[in-house]
Each structure stands twice: as C-alpha cells, then as structure tokens.
C-alpha cells in the first residue's frame, strides 16, 4: 500500500478533527478554546495542500475531502461562535441565529470555489479561512479590555458584511508567491510587513486588522490594474 497518498488527506481529516471539537468547545461556551481550534485546523489547511504538492499525490477525492472539513472548521465553527457572540449581547430569542449567515455563505463559497477555473491563482470572494480568522479573533476582543469596542449593532453588520465578502464577485490576491520577483509579489510583501507591524503593535488583536488590510491590498490592486 503506498502510504504517502493517504498523508494529505490525514491533514485534511486532522482539519476536521479540529472543527469538529472547536464546535464542541463553543457550544459549551468556551469561544476562546474554539478559536484556538480554528488556528490549529488553519495549520493543517496549509499542510495538506502543501504536502500534497509536495509529494505530487494530489487526488479529486482529497479536493472534496478539503472542502467538507472546510464547511465544518470555517463555516460552521465560525458561523456557532457568532451566534454565542451575539447571544451574550441580546436577550432576544431569535437574532443570535442570524449568526448561522456565516455557515450558509461558507458554503455557497466553498461550492462556488470547487467549479470556478479563475481561483487558480487568486480567489474570488474572501476565502473562508480568513473570515473563520477574522470571526473568531472577535472573541478575544469581547474577554479583553476592548470589549466595550463591540456591541450587538457591530455583531450583526459583521456577520452580514462578512457573510456578503465570501461570495462577492471581488478578486482577492493569493499569499503564494508567484516568483522571486518582487515586482509579482509586491502586495503579498506589503501584507506581510503590515502584518508584522500590526501584530507588533497590536500583538493577538491585530489579527481582524490583517484581514480587513488583506481585503483592502486586494482591491487596491484591482484598481491599479485596471488603470494600468
């Protein structure tokens, strides 16, 4: 049996592993320990299709295998941790459940990804990982001395923003580099020192910051390109 093939999908498995007991972990209240979970699977994310590559074992079955974990670990997880978010600030019955946008349009963006030829080399929509990023980091704000920077009016337009972003027709640079050149990488390069700027400054909460620069690189460079 050639073991090797079965080595990307594992990380893939260990993905969902991760989104499975993050889902545990927010259920019972426990958002910090949820995100953690997210972090871990985003690991495994890059792994398994790094390794994949790597060993040249790339499979059509690892693409959907991809994909499910996905929908658990940056759909659904995500899509919990809003609806406890918003829960802790509403003693309405029924809004915490818009939270559950988050998984829906996960979905539409993961399906839409798996039959979209254009996201080879960049994406179209704000990939799920990085707004499973952006969602989650939300509860280290809200146990921190900046919680009074969110309320439930801040909740909702996050969700429905966000939620909106995953299917957008908007094209999102890719964090691959292309070359050596750093003239094709050039906004991959900026994102890295903001990143590294923010999270010297900002340390864990500079993270929704990074992805809310990430978006705006993108469409800074959407519209050079098109001047250009």
């Given at each position: 049996?050639?073991?090797?093939?079965?080595?990307?999908?594992?990380?893939?498995?260990s993905?969902?592993?991760?989104g499975?007991?993050g889902v545990t972990?927010?259920?019972?209240?426990?958002?910090i320990?949820?995100?953690y979970?997210?972090?871990a699977?985003?690991?495994f994310?890059?792994?398994?299709?790094?390794?994949?590559?790597?060993?040249?074992?790339?499979?059509?079955?690892g693409k959907e295998l991809?994909?499910?974990?996905?929908?658990?670990?940056?759909?659904v997880l995500?899509?919990?941790?809003?609806?406890?978010?918003?829960?802790?600030?509403?003693?309405h019955?029924?809004?915490?459940?818009?939270?559950?946008?988050i998984?829906?349009?996960?979905?539409?963006?993961?399906?839409?990804?798996?039959?979209?030829?254009?996201?080879q080399?960049?994406?179209?929509g704000?990939?799920?990982?990085a707004?499973?990023?952006?969602?989650?980091?939300?509860?280290f704000?809200?146990?921190s001395e900046y919680?009074?920077?969110i309320?439930?009016?801040?909740l909702?337009?996050?969700?429905?923003?966000?939620s909106l972003?995953?299917v957008a027709p908007?094209e999102?640079?890719?964090?691959?580099l292309?070359?050596?050149?750093?003239?094709?990488?050039?906004f991959?390069i900026l994102l890295?020192v903001?990143?590294?700027?923010?999270?010297?400054?900002?340390?864990?909460f500079?993270?929704?910051?990074i992805i809310?620069?990430y978006?705006?690189?993108?469409?800074?460079?959407?519209?050079?390109?098109?001047?250009?």
């Amino acid at each position: 049996m050639n073991i090797k093939k079965h080595i990307p999908n594992t990380l893939t498995a260990s993905n969902l592993a991760c989104g499975c007991v993050g889902v545990t972990l927010a259920a019972n209240g426990e958002l910090i320990f949820a995100t953690y979970m997210i972090w871990a699977a985003l690991i495994f994310d890059f792994l398994d299709g790094f390794v994949a590559r790597l060993l040249k074992v790339s499979s059509p079955i690892g693409k959907e295998l991809d994909s499910l974990a996905d929908m658990v670990t940056f759909g659904v997880l995500p899509g919990l941790i809003m609806f406890e978010l918003l829960s802790a600030y509403t003693v309405h019955f029924i809004m915490p459940y818009v939270g559950f946008m988050i998984a829906v349009f996960s979905a539409l963006r993961l399906a839409k990804f798996n039959i979209d030829d254009r996201q080879q080399s960049v994406f179209i929509g704000l990939p799920t990982p990085a707004n499973a990023l952006f969602i989650s980091s939300i509860a280290f704000i809200t146990s921190s001395e900046y919680r009074d920077l969110i309320n439930f009016d801040i909740l909702i337009s996050i969700t429905v923003i966000f939620s909106l972003l995953l299917v957008a027709p908007v094209e999102l640079f890719s964090l691959k580099l292309k070359s050596m050149n750093w003239k094709e990488n050039i906004f991959q390069i900026l994102l890295l020192v903001i990143s590294v700027i923010l999270i010297l400054v900002f340390k864990i909460f500079a993270i929704p910051i990074i992805i809310v620069a990430y978006i705006a690189l993108s469409l800074i460079k959407n519209v050079t390109k098109t001047i250009l």
